[in-house]
């Protein structure tokens, strides 16, 4: 059984992963584990997993945004402006996106 898991980035030359390999009932599960060490705004871009084996090749991207300090934002999916007759009943919904993650009380 022959396997190849690599990670590429779109910034950085060289990546260093580690593997689990392990049992989840009665299939091989592999874990192939990027780990970056102090991130800096430079790492801001596309990661890229590939695995290859003798079925053919898969990857799997997700995009890195590093931030630098703080943030807040406030969203909504509705129009800015709103007509309700007097009597009606009325429901706002706001999206909100924090770093760092806002934690329930």
Excluded at 32 to 61: H, R, W, Y
Excluded at 73 to 99: C, F, H, N, W
Aim: glycine share 6%; proline share 3%.
């Amino acid at each position: 059984f022959n396997y190849n898991v690599t990670w590429k980035h779109s910034t950085r030359e060289r990546l260093q992963a580690s593997e689990e390999i392990g049992y989840e009932g009665s299939k091989l599960a592999i874990r192939s584990i990027l780990k970056i060490p102090a991130v800096s705004m430079s790492d801001t871009g596309n990661i890229t997993c590939v695995g290859a084996n003798e079925a053919g090749t898969n990857s799997s991207t997700t995009y890195l945004q590093v931030v630098d300090k703080a943030y807040l934002r406030l969203s909504t999916p509705m129009d800015t402006v709103l007509e309700v007759q007097e009597g009606q009943d009325l429901e706002l919904k706001v999206l909100i996106e924090a770093y760092p993650v806002i934690l329930q009380k």
